[in-house]
C-alpha cells in the first residue's frame, strides 16, 4: 500500500470516527471504502490501525461522497460476502456486550476488533463479550485479550487511539434510558467524559472545539451538557441556561445514589457511586475523577430536570401493624430522597398526567406552580402536609405500593385528623414521643424527636426538617389511625 493511499484511509478512518452521523454506519462505510479503493478483503484494519499513530486531522470532506449503496454495488462477491459478514460481526459484538451488562463499552469492543483481529480465527462474540465483563480495567481487558487470541497489543496505544476517538463521539450505550433525563445516565455521562478525556474550558459544557477537536466542560457545563444533550438528535440544546438545585444537605445525609450533585461552595461534581466524583477541574485543566474523601465537597443536592431514584426504603419498627415508630423512618426517608410537595398527593412519583389531574382538581393550589412543578418535582415523589402521614399508613412493604384506603388509615385532610384525635393538647405540652403530629390550622407535620419536624412544607419548599420551636404549630396529637410504642 502506496503511503499516500495509508494516508487517505487514516483521514476517511478518522472522519468517520468524529462524525456523529456517520459513526453509526461504521462497519459499512470503512468497509466499503477500503474495499473499493484497494480491493482487499482484510477490509477496515489498515485503517482503523492506523489511527494509533495520532498523527491526524480530519479533512473537511464531502458526506456525500460516502454512498454505501455505489459502494456496495461495485463490490464483486467476495467482497459483499466479507462486507456482510464484519456488519453481521459487528451487531453481534453489540448484542453480545449488551448480554453482559456492559452496554456502554460497545465502542471500545467494536473499535478493537476492528482494529486488530484481521487474523483471529472461529471469532465468537459472547466469549469475547465475557472478557470485557470481567476484566477489572482496561490494562487487565488488554491482558486478556492478548493472552486469549494471542494479540500483541500495545496498552499505551491503544489508549491513545480510544481516548481519542471517544472524545471525537458521544457514548450512545452509555445511556440506560435516552428518551429521559436521570441521574443513573447523568453519572455515566460524567465517567463518560472523565474516560473520553474532556478538558476544562470556561463556558463549555461538552461541545466540541473545532480548532483541537477536544470536548470541554467547566463544573456547571458538565451538568448542564447532559441536561441540553439529545441523544436521539445528536446535538445540544440551549437550555436549560442554569442549573437548579434541589434537597441540599450535609454529605454526611447523602444517599449512596449515582447522580447526586457534590458542591464545595463553588464547583460542582458528579457522584458516580463506590465514594467517587467526577468533575471539571481548572487546576488540572480536565474532567478527572477522585474519590469523595479527598476533595473539599461538603454538601449535596438533586438536580432539577433528572429523575432521581423513587424506591422507597426505611427501617419498619412493625411492618404488620402501623405505628408512629415506623411513620418517624418514612418521614426521615421522604426527606432525604428530597420528596416534592404537590397538593392531593401522598408519596406519588409525579407524572404529567398526574400533575394535569390535580391541577384539575385542586385548581389554583396547583395551577399557580405549573412552571415551578415540572422543573423541581417531576419525576420525585411527592405529598401534601396530611398526604405524608397518610402515604406512610397506606404503604404496603410487601408489594412496595401505596394503597389508598387501606390498612386503616382514614382519607381525611389535616383538620379532620386533629379532630379526629383523642390523645391530644397544646404545643407547649407536647411530649417527646416520635411520631407524634403537630398542628396548626389547616397544616400539619411529624415530630421526629429531639426538636424536630419533618414536613411537607408547600410547593416551593417540598419535604422540610425544620425546628419544631421555628414554627407557629399550635397542637400535638397521636395520629388515630396508628398505634403507639415505646422506642426499643
Not at 502506496?2 to 461504521?26: N, P, Q, T, W, Y
Not at 463490490?75 to 453480545?96: C, V, Y
Not at 456502554?104 to 462474540?125: E, G, M, P, R, W
Not at 434537597?247 to 454526611?252: E, I
Request: with cysteine.
Amino acid at each position: 500500500m502506496s503511503a499516500a493511499v495509508a494516508a487517505a484511509l487514516k483521514k476517511i478512518a478518522a472522519f468517520i470516527l468524529s462524525d456523529k452521523e456517520l459513526r453509526g454506519k461504521l462497519f459499512v462505510i470503512i468497509g466499503s471504502i477500503v474495499c473499493g479503493l484497494l480491493g482487499l478483503l482484510c477490509l477496515p484494519v489498515v485503517a482503523i490501525v492506523s489511527l494509533r499513530n495520532m498523527e491526524i486531522e480530519p479533512p473537511e470532506i464531502d458526506k456525500s461522497m460516502f454512498n454505501e449503496a455505489a459502494f456496495i454495488q461495485n463490490l464483486s462477491s467476495d467482497q459483499q460476502a466479507q462486507l456482510a459478514n464484519l456488519q453481521n460481526q459487528g451487531q453481534a459484538i453489540e448484542d453480545a456486550m449488551t448480554g453482559v451488562e456492559c452496554k456502554d463499552q460497545t465502542i471500545k469492543a467494536q473499535l478493537i476488533y476492528l482494529s486488530f483481529f484481521d487474523n483471529v480465527q472461529n471469532f465468537n462474540a459472547e466469549s469475547y463479550a465475557k472478557l470485557f465483563a470481567v476484566s477489572s480495567d482496561d490494562k487487565a481487558l488488554i491482558d486478556a485479550l492478548n493472552s486469549t487470541y494471542n494479540l500483541k497489543i500495545d496498552y499505551n496505544e491503544f489508549v491513545k487511539s480510544y481516548t481519542w476517538v471517544m472524545n471525537a463521539t458521544i457514548n450512545q450505550y452509555m445511556f440506560e434510558d435516552s428518551k429521559s433525563k436521570n441521574a443513573a445516565d447523568l453519572a455515566a455521562w460524567a465517567e463518560n467524559a472523565y474516560l473520553s478525556g474532556w478538558g476544562y474550558k470556561d463556558g463549555s459544557f461538552g461541545d466540541r472545539d473545532e480548532s483541537d477537536r477536544i470536548r470541554y466542560a467547566d463544573s456547571a457545563g458538565l451538568i448542564l451538557g447532559y441536561l441540553r444533550y439529545d441523544p436521539e438528535q445528536k446535538s445540544f440544546a440551549n437550555e436549560p441556561s442554569s442549573l437548579h438545585f434541589t434537597s441540599k444537605g450535609a454529605l454526611d445525609k447523602m444517599p449512596d445514589e449515582s447522580g447526586n450533585i457534590l458542591s464545595d461552595g463553588s464547583n460542582f461534581g458528579v457522584y458516580v457511586g463506590n465514594g467517587e466524583v467526577v468533575f471539571a477541574s481548572k487546576e488540572s485543566g480536565c474532567v478527572t475523577k477522585d474519590k469523595v474523601a479527598n476533595g473539599a465537597w461538603n454538601s449535596w443536592s438533586s438536580i432539577s430536570g433528572a429523575a432521581y431514584n423513587t424506591n422507597i426504603s426505611f427501617e419498619e419498627y412493625d411492618e404488620k401493624k402501623k405505628n408512629n415508630l415506623g411513620l418517624v423512618q418514612w418521614a426521615i426517608q421522604a426527606h432525604e430522597n428530597g420528596w416534592g410537595y404537590i397538593y392531593g398527593t401522598y408519596g406519588n412519583v409525579l407524572t404529567e398526567g398526574l400533575l394535569q389531574d390535580r391541577a384539575a382538581v385542586f385548581g389554583c393550589e396547583v395551577t399557580d406552580y405549573m412552571d415551578f412543578i415540572r422543573q423541581n418535582w417531576m419525576g420525585k415523589r411527592c405529598a401534601d402536609c396530611v398526604g405524608l402521614i397518610k402515604g406512610y399508613g397506606w404503604y404496603d412493604s410487601a408489594s412496595g405500593e401505596i394503597r389508598v384506603g387501606t390498612n386503616g388509615m382514614m382519607d381525611v385532610g389535616a383538620n379532620a385528623m386533629f379532630a379526629n384525635a383523642t390523645v391530644k393538647g397544646t404545643i407547649d405540652t407536647i411530649p417527646e414521643v416520635p411520631g407524634l403530629a403537630v398542628w396548626v390550622d389547616g397544616h400539619i407535620g411529624i415530630y421526629i424527636g429531639n426538636g424536630e419536624v419533618i414536613e411537607a412544607m408547600n410547593t416551593l419548599r417540598g419535604v422540610t426538617r425544620t425546628r419544631l420551636a421555628g414554627r407557629e404549630w399550635t397542637h400535638w396529637l397521636q395520629i388515630p389511625y396508628i398505634s403507639y410504642v415505646e422506642k426499643k
